[in-house]
């Protein structure tokens, strides 16, 4: 399968109480395009430090990052990455709170280049539906919606701008374990009848066990956690 995103020696570190604490230490992976991907770890491992780099909020103090064969920073830029390569799907949302549902995906869309159709409201209002996002609850103020329905409307918006590579930190974080698997089979979804890659950090065992890939983050570095197909059986 194609590689959508090669991350080579990648190298971060914090400075604490005078101290330089390494986070990711030579860290090379390469993700498929077309896969779920859940990256696991314990907490303070990097995994949200991971996830800032490889969508470019945040940059590495050495490395590279690679999408479809192109250097992000060199070829691409980053700030082009972010508009037209990567969407983000936060713990907490990070819906605009004053907007309505609908309103927050079509922002969504007026922040890409990418090729988007026209009738923009109308696509806007029928990602949301497909993700259970009725007309009466797309016109409501987003913060009025469960946390289950405002992750979804996250969903929608991370779609909306058209890009193949979605990230997501611990989405279902904040989330009863009935909703997390239905957000769970929209990811499944998305990756297997949409081609999308996933890359989603979990603490949740449900969550990694209807993933295509699980990835641990230790010591510094990514490593593929075998699975039974792996080993044949
Ligand atoms: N801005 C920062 N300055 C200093 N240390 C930080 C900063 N952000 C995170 N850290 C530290 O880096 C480590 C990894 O953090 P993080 O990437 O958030 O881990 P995870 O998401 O796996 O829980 C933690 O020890 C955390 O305290
Ligand atoms: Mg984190």
């Not at 082009?80 to 907007?99: D, E, H, P, T």
Request: hydrophobic content about 40%.
């Amino acid at each position: 399968m194609a590689s959508i995103l090669r991350l080579e020696n990648i190298n971060y570190s914090y400075i604490d109480g005078g101290y330089e604490r390494v986070i990711l230490e030579d860290l090379s992976f390469e993700f498929e395009e077309g896969k779920f991907y859940t990256v696991l770890g314990p907490s303070g491992s990097g995994k949200t430090t991971l996830l800032s780099i490889i969508s470019g909020l945040d940059t590495a103090k050495s490395g590279e990052i690679y999408f479809k064969g192109k250097n992000v920073v060199r070829e691409l830029g980053l700030h082009k990455y972010r508009r037209n390569a990567i969407s983000i799907v936060f713990q907490s949302y990070n819906l605009i709170s004053y907007l309505t549902a609908v309103e927050n995906v079509l922002l969504a869309m007026s922040e890409t280049d990418n090729k988007l159709p026209k009738d923009r409201k109308n696509v806007a209002y029928n990602l949301l539906r497909r993700f259970g996002i009725v007309k009466t609850k797309a016109d409501r103020i987003v913060t009025q919606l469960s946390g289950g329905e405002q992750q979804r409307v996250a969903i929608a918006r991370a779609l909306a701008s058209n890009v193949d590579l979605i990230f997501a930190d611990e989405p279902t974080g904040n989330l009863d374990t009935a909703t997390e698997k239905e957000i769970i089979a929209i990811f499944n979804e998305l990756s297997h009848e949409f081609g999308k890659t996933i890359i989603v950090v979990t603490h949740s065992d449900t969550v990694s066990a209807m993933s295509d890939e699980r990835v641990l983050l230790r010591g510094g570095k990514l490593h593929t956690i075998a699975t039974v197909a792996d080993k044949g059986f």
